[in-house]
């Protein structure tokens, strides 16, 4: 399974000392984007500071309007509120989605913890419909786990 190669080579881009945090989340979202068939847009979200919404951090793909993301909207703040990952096959069937570009079909999103708290996400877009896995989420939770080692 891809996964199983992806995995040394997400180790290998947490552990480079010379890079910045932000250096190391972009490398993971063109890893990600270029090796994955079915990821087409692959980002992160962070909380600010103490507000309740998200920023977009690094991410690959599409430009997206998306920045800032109040929690509760959208996938993306629907997993700030409830900690939880939150996999859509068809995102023309959520009520609160909020769409990035109509290629998309499907969306999948893993919280990112530090210390027991949600400080951010990984958000992937596919335009592929219901491409997701049980694998693809075992997969993101261990990315966000690595991410979570260089976060301060």
């Not at 270029?34 to 430009?63: D, I, M, S, T």
């Not at 939150?86 to 079909?105: G, L, M, R, T």
């Amino acid at each position: 399974m891809i996964f199983d190669t992806l995995k040394p080579q997400i180790e290998l881009i947490i552990s480079e000392d010379q890079k910045s945090v932000n250096d190391h989340l972009q490398n993971i979202c063109v890893l990600l984007e270029k090796r994955v068939p079915h990821y087409n847009w692959v980002g992160f979200y962070f909380r600010n500071g103490k507000k309740e919404e998200l920023v977009l951090g690094p991410y690959v793909g599409a430009p997206t309007d998306h920045t800032v993301i109040p929690f509760g909207k959208g996938i993306c703040g629907q997993v700030a509120v409830s900690n939880k990952n939150f996999v859509v096959p068809d995102v023309s069937a959520q009520d609160n989605y909020i769409a990035c570009s109509i290629a998309v079909k499907a969306e999948i999103v893993i919280p990112i913890f530090v210390n027991g708290e949600n400080i951010g996400q990984i958000d992937i877009d596919s335009n592929t419909p219901d491409p997701f896995t049980q694998e693809d989420e075992r997969f993101l939770e261990f990315v966000c786990a690595k991410v979570a080692t260089i976060l301060p």
